[in-house]
Structure formats: structure tokens, C-alpha cells
């Protein structure tokens, strides 16, 4: 077959939505007739997250979705409908795919003979989120589930767009777990203002020893959980290190924000940079005062006992929204221990 080039770039979202309404939604009324079953574009992938970018076409991109059924036996039937009765191509993107690569990776190759090999994921609900997520239940979630989950693996499960969901699954599950529980999210924010309690008071000694490199790494780490703390006060999830900066923008106080961050992260005067990471403290607790369901915080930054290092004391907010915490259970979880996912870049 001659070698073609992919059209120009759409987001996936937008592309998938069409192909489900315009391709595959025909396909299955006409073969499958009463069938009940739940479709979306959601879980892995820049293009469920909405973040695809022309480079994104490269792998496991193009005409792609997720079909739920409740009965495994009828999984078989379906795949080898679509496999004969996809169109070769959608919008002019290839609906066949490559085999998967050592990596797991697939892309888009044209052909012309069927049966294509697509990328349409067809599994019960219940084996999908146990087998990507770990979820050995998809409602009623109790607190131990939701000390397990990792920010990133929410967000790909509430993220990205259901077509159909006649199963009343997915969007019973989005809902659920659209975000933290009040007990779960001050734990959260409390594990973030702990790291910057045990580094706070580095900013001041670092600029007394004229140690640069210390003051920038450091100054860069308390940014980083700063905004992590400011994606929990608005509501969302923290996405992992790849799209961290991209969503960050997405936040409505980005703008309020913007020069103290690149003051911090810019800046080459010791005290400057000081002073814009003070000012995005205040920035932070002005944002959590803003949410009476939160412990107040005393918005004052101060000097660090009796040393000139000017600090929020995040000691005395991570005091706060421990001692706020409701569950007993909740409230005795080691800080440290249950940092990983939410301090780590992954």
C-alpha cells in the first residue's frame, strides 16, 4: 500500500468522540441489538487527559476507545465484529494498528485488508479497574481504599470523556471519586506541609553559607509542594511530572501566582528569591483560608526562632489540619510513611 501521512492533528478527545458516535455505536446497534454496554476514552494516554499534542501521534494515539460489557463470553463476538467491520481509516487516521512492541507501544499503520487489528479495549468494567487500578470494587468506597489510591491513577480514571454508559458504571464511579474526602485531603495537605516544615528554614541558611545551588534546589522543592498543595485547595488531582507544569496554568490562581514562582525559580539574588517564596506562601494560606471546611492558618511569615530565615512555620499548619481530622485511624497515619506518591515525581 503506498505510504500515506496522517492528517493534521486534532485532540484525541474530540476525535474519539466522533468515531464511538459516527463508527463504532452503528456497528454495535446493528450486530448487537439490545446490547448493554458502557464506552469512554478514559485511563492511560496524553489524549484522555486532553494534553495530546501533534508528538503524541506517534503511539497508542488515533481512533482508540474502551467498551464495557457485562458478560465476558460475548467479548470475543464483539472484538471480531469490529475487527471485520471497522473502516480502514477515520477522519483519515488509521483505525489498524501495529502490533505491541516490547514496550507495550502501538501505532497507527494504513492498510487495506481486513480483519484490522484496532485498538479498541473490550473487558468487563469490574476486570478493567481491577486489573489497571487495583480496584476490587467500583462504589462504595471506604477510607483504607482511598489511603491507597495515587493521585495519577485517579485522574485517569476521572478524566477524559464517557460516550455511553449503559451499564450505569462509569459515571456512578467518576462521581465517587471525583475528589478526597475532607479527612483524606487534609491528611494530603498535611503530608506536603511536612516537607516544607523539615526545609523551610534551608532557604535562610543556604543564603547565610552563600551556597546558590543549596538555595535554588531548595527553594525549587518547596515550589514544587506548594503548588501541589495549591491543586488539593482547588479541587483536582496532582498529575504526574510530565504534565505537572501544563496543568499547573490550568489552575485559576496560576495568574495570581505566576511572577512569584518564577521569581523563585528565575531570580539569581538570594534575596529576592526569598522574598517571592514568601510571597507564595502568603498566596497559599490566603487559598486555604478561603475554604472554612480548613483549618484557619495565621498568615504571617516570621523569623525562624532566633535566626534571620524568614518561614510560614508550617510546623504549626501541619499541627492544624492533623488535629481537624475526624477518623481516629486517619489521624494516626504516619506522615512520612504515606508521602510516597504525592512527593515523589513519577
Known sequence: MTEKKYPLFIKGLQLNQGFYSEVVKPLLDDNFSGLQYSASLLGYGSDAAGYD?????DHNWGPRLQIFVNDEKLI??????????????????????????????QRMVYTDKKPVNHLIEIKTAQ????DRYSLSALKNFKNNDWLAFTDQNLLEITSGLVFHD????????????????????????????????????????????????GLKIQAGRIVNYLIKILFYLEGKYIPYSKWFGTAFKDLKIYRNIEK?????????????IETSLCA?????????????????????????????????????IVSGLVDSIQNEKIKKTNLQKYAHDIILDY
Open 53 to 57: 499534542t501533534e508528538t503524541s501521534m
Open 76 to 105: 470475543p463476538d464483539i472484538n471480531n465484529c469490529l475487527r471485520n467491520g471497522l473502516p480502514f481509516e477515520y477522519k483519515g487516521f488509521p483505525v489498524n494498528y501495529s502490533e505491541p512492541a516490547y514496550d507495550k507501544v
Open 127 to 130: 476486570k478493567y479497574f481491577k
Open 166 to 213: 449503559g451499564l450505569n458504571v462509569l459515571n456512578p464511579l467518576r462521581t465517587e471519586l471525583k475528589f478526597y474526602p475532607q479527612d483524606i485531603l487534609k491528611l494530603r495537605l498535611a503530608v506536603l506541609w511536612n516537607y516544607i516544615w523539615n526545609k523551610e528554614a534551608f532557604i535562610g541558611r543556604s543564603i547565610a553559607l552563600n551556597d546558590f545551588i
Open 260 to 272: 512569584f514562582v518564577t521569581g523563585v525559580l528565575t531570580e539569581n539574588e538570594p534575596l529576592k
Open 280 to 316: 507564595l506562601y502568603e498566596e497559599t494560606v490566603k487559598e486555604n483560608n478561603a475554604h472554612p471546611q480548613l483549618p484557619f492558618i495565621k498568615n504571617k511569615i516570621r523569623d525562624y526562632f532566633n535566626r534571620p530565615y524568614r518561614v510560614i512555620f508550617a510546623e504549626d
